[in-house]
């Protein structure tokens, strides 16, 4: 090296010195939230820290090929443990009180809700939260974190169809060992051998989609779906599962995810927070090709559809809106990837914010109407706006509904929020969150199948035709689907049943007051006068759970949203 000259040394030296730092960089993130985990491990960090001794141990020794990928893949679940965990879930009043109720000490769904119907009358509103976590980082053994590090590798190298699965596809969707908030266990060793004979069943042995095929129907053995669960939100362990035999529509997500993973199939948990078109909410798994791509066939329309991710993901809420924000629960996680634009045309969402932003608020949401209420289903960042220039003596219209006369020339500027990749066909809000509710940020509006929005901003009652008594003959449409704008009813109108028709107002519903439905001829219908035009419309009964559909009148038609 000292017979190099000065320029060329000078050159290795600036290269090779940038060279170390930038591979230095690479690895420092990745080294501190490690680090990061160790430390929250406590008590816990000689089991994880045991984990990358044996590994590094092996790399040293030299005798499994596999033992620095095996590192890097310990190294990864550990670095991305922080928010992993048991989640046990009770049900608590608005007081944040804990109201005792276990939905599985009912025959079925049916008694379970009639005795949280109950809890209601006596505690006011009830709903689950979370009562405990149990962290992954402080309670994962090294034995069992090694048996999954070990077997994944097992079926990725063995298994036919593992043949040309990348490392990153392995690492993402097929090496994590939970499937979302349910106690972890042994799971890899008897679902690799209960699945161990099906290479002789195919056709081509190397076909992932084939394995997979005939995997999925196998579950539903041993796995069944139960809406009694819907009421038992905490998620149940693999050895919960096979014990109970059923569940909701997480559990046989997590079932899934289970058996693929265990047979080095890439798979994945999308899921739904909030129909667009009903109430409740779903989860479902996608069998994956060899790059880590997939979607499966929607049931409901979705205004998003998220992945669950083992890993934290860039650009998060968390990350956007800093530390002193509140922010609505589920969205504030950094572990779950926007994949709506797999499934269907979405579009770019602009909404002006007319609503005065909270104090130190950065951020806007985006909501669907679900179980009678607006639900969050997206966010993003507030932007400050165009400044509008007016001048001369006119009227203008607020997106609000309220008219301001302009005399002179005057300036408005009103700040805005963009939305991303949203699904079509669906009635939306704007909103920002305070404390925990959700707080109307705009009007509402409609996304149509082309894409263009319509805002909801109406005229005022009086200025429209009366409905007739053919289109308010049900409550809710046919089916949640296809049929969502088709006047088949499901939840028909009842006789001497008194019912509400609200609209949207300047942020609220507003009544028309309630009307009692006479029997016809054929069927029970109400009639309302009168009715607003351009307006969002919502009928519900006095005692009802308020899962009545939301609608429009178009061309004196009724549509359903």
């Given at each position: 090296?000292?017979h190099?000259?000065?320029v060329?040394?000078?050159?290795?030296?600036?290269?090779?010195v940038?060279d170390g730092?930038?591979?230095?960089?690479?690895?420092?993130?990745?080294?501190?939230?490690?680090e990061?985990?160790?430390s929250?491990?406590?008590?816990?960090?000689?089991?994880?820290?045991?984990?990358?001794?044996?590994?590094?141990?092996a790399v040293?020794?030299?005798k499994?090929?596999d033992?620095?990928?095996?590192?890097?893949?310990?190294?990864?679940?550990i670095?991305?443990?922080?928010g992993?965990?048991?989640?046990?879930?009770?049900?608590y009043?608005?007081?944040?009180?804990e109201?005792?109720?276990?939905?599985?000490d009912?025959?079925?769904?049916?008694?379970?809700q009639?005795?949280?119907d109950s809890?209601?009358?006596?505690?006011?509103?009830?709903?689950y939260?979370?009562k405990?976590?149990?962290?992954?980082a402080a309670?994962?053994?090294?034995e069992?974190l090694?048996?999954?590090?070990?077997w994944?590798?097992?079926?990725?190298r063995e298994r036919?169809w593992?043949k040309?699965?990348?490392?990153?596809?392995?690492?993402?969707?097929?090496?994590?060992?939970?499937?979302s908030e349910?106690p972890i266990?042994?799971t890899?060793?008897?679902?690799?051998?209960r699945?161990?004979?099906?290479?002789g069943?195919?056709?081509?042995?190397?076909?992932?989609?084939?394995?997979?095929?005939?995997i999925?129907?196998?579950?539903d053995?041993?796995?069944?779906?139960?809406?009694?669960?819907?009421?038992?939100?905490t998620?149940l362990s693999?050895?919960?599962?096979?014990?109970?035999?059923?569940g909701r529509?997480?559990d046989?997500t997590?079932?899934?995810?289970y058996s693929?993973?265990?047979?080095?199939i890439?798979?994945?948990g999308?899921?739904t927070?909030w129909?667009?078109?009903r109430?409740?909410n779903?989860?479902?798994?996608?069998?994956?090709?060899?790059d880590?791509k997939?979607?499966?066939?929607?049931s409901?329309?979705?205004?998003?559809?998220?992945?669950k991710?083992?890993?934290?993901?860039?650009?998060?809420?968390a990350?956007?809106a800093?530390?002193?924000e509140?922010?609505?629960?589920?969205i504030?996680?950094?572990t779950?990837a926007?994949v709506t634009e797999?499934?269907?045309p979405?579009?770019?969402?602009?909404?002006?914010?007319?609503a005065?932003?909270?104090?130190?608020?950065?951020?806007?949401?985006?909501?669907?109407?679900?179980?009678?209420e607006?639900?969050?289903i997206?966010?993003?960042k507030?932007?400050?706006?165009?400044?509008?220039?007016?001048k001369?003596?006119?009227?203008l219209?607020?997106?609000?509904?309220?008219?301001?006369s302009v005399?002179?020339v005057?300036?408005?500027?009103?700040p805005?929020?963009?939305?991303?990749?949203?699904g079509r066909?669906?009635?939306?809000?704007?909103?920002?969150?305070s404390?925990?509710?959700?707080?109307?940020?705009?009007?509402?509006?409609?996304?149509d199948?082309?894409g263009?929005?319509?805002?909801?901003?109406?005229?005022?009652?009086?200025?429209?035709?009366?409905?007739?008594?053919v289109e308010?003959?049900?409550?809710?449409?046919?089916?949640?689907?296809?049929?969502?704008?088709?006047?088949?009813p499901l939840?028909?109108v009842e006789?001497?049943?008194?019912y509400?028709?609200k609209?949207w107002?300047?942020?609220?519903?507003?009544?028309m007051?309630t009307r009692?439905?006479?029997k016809?001829?054929?069927?029970?219908?109400?009639?309302?006068?009168k009715i607003?035009t351009?307006r969002l419309?919502?009928?519900t009964?006095?005692?009802?759970?308020?899962l009545?559909?939301?609608?429009?009148?178009?061309k004196?038609?009724?549509?359903?949203?």
């Open positions: 090296m000292r190099l000259p000065l060329l040394l000078y050159v290795w030296m600036t290269v090779f940038s730092y930038a591979q230095r960089g690479a690895r420092s993130e990745k080294d501190a939230r490690v990061a985990t160790l929250a491990a406590g008590e816990n960090r000689s089991n994880l820290q045991g984990v990358l001794d044996h590994y590094a141990l040293e020794d030299g499994d090929a033992a620095a990928l095996k590192l890097d893949a310990a190294r990864y679940l670095a991305n443990m922080e992993q965990g048991f989640v046990l879930t009770a049900f009043d608005a007081k944040k009180v109201v005792p109720f276990e939905a599985l009912y025959k079925n769904y049916g008694e379970a009639a005795a949280m809890l209601e009358k006596e505690h006011g509103s009830v709903d939260g979370k405990r976590l149990d962290s992954d309670t994962m053994t090294a069992l090694i048996e999954n590090i070990e994944a590798f097992k079926a990725w036919p593992a040309g699965i990348s490392y990153e596809t392995f690492r993402d969707h097929i090496l994590p060992y939970r499937g349910e266990g042994s890899r060793p008897e679902l690799f051998k699945y161990d004979d099906i290479r069943k195919m056709k081509d042995a190397s076909d992932l989609a084939e394995a997979a095929a005939l999925r129907p196998s579950i053995s041993w796995m069944g779906f139960s809406e009694l669960y819907y009421l038992h939100p998620d693999f050895a919960q599962m096979r014990e109970q035999k059923r529509c997480e046989i997590n079932a899934v995810l693929m993973r265990a047979n080095a890439p798979v994945a999308d899921y927070p129909w667009a078109n109430d409740n779903h989860a479902w798994e996608v069998i994956l090709d060899k880590g997939g979607h499966a066939g929607l409901n329309r979705a205004a998003k559809v998220y992945r991710t083992f890993a934290t993901q860039p650009n998060t809420l990350d956007a800093g530390r002193y509140k922010l609505p629960k589920w504030a996680k950094r779950y926007d797999q499934y269907q979405v579009s770019e969402v602009h909404v002006y914010l007319t005065p932003i909270p104090s130190g608020t950065k951020i806007a949401y985006i909501c669907v109407f679900n179980g009678g607006w639900r969050v997206d966010w993003a507030i932007q400050p706006g165009i400044k509008i220039t007016l001369g003596s006119m009227s219209k607020l997106g609000s509904g309220s008219k301001v005399a002179k005057m300036s408005l500027q009103f805005y929020a963009k939305f991303k990749d949203m066909g669906i009635a939306y809000i704007a909103a920002y969150w404390g925990d509710a959700v707080v109307p940020a705009s009007n509402p509006f409609i996304l199948e082309r263009e929005q319509q805002m909801l901003n109406g005229d005022e009652v009086g200025t429209a035709p009366s409905f007739d008594s308010i003959a049900a409550t809710v449409p046919t089916t949640p689907d296809a049929d969502t704008k088709r006047d088949k939840v028909k006789a001497d049943v008194a509400d028709l609209y107002k300047d942020g609220k519903w507003e009544s007051g009692q439905a006479a016809g001829e054929h069927a029970a219908a109400v009639t309302f006068e607003p351009n419309l919502w009928i009964t006095e005692n009802g759970r308020k009545e559909r939301i609608f429009t009148i178009e004196g038609r009724r549509v359903w949203w």
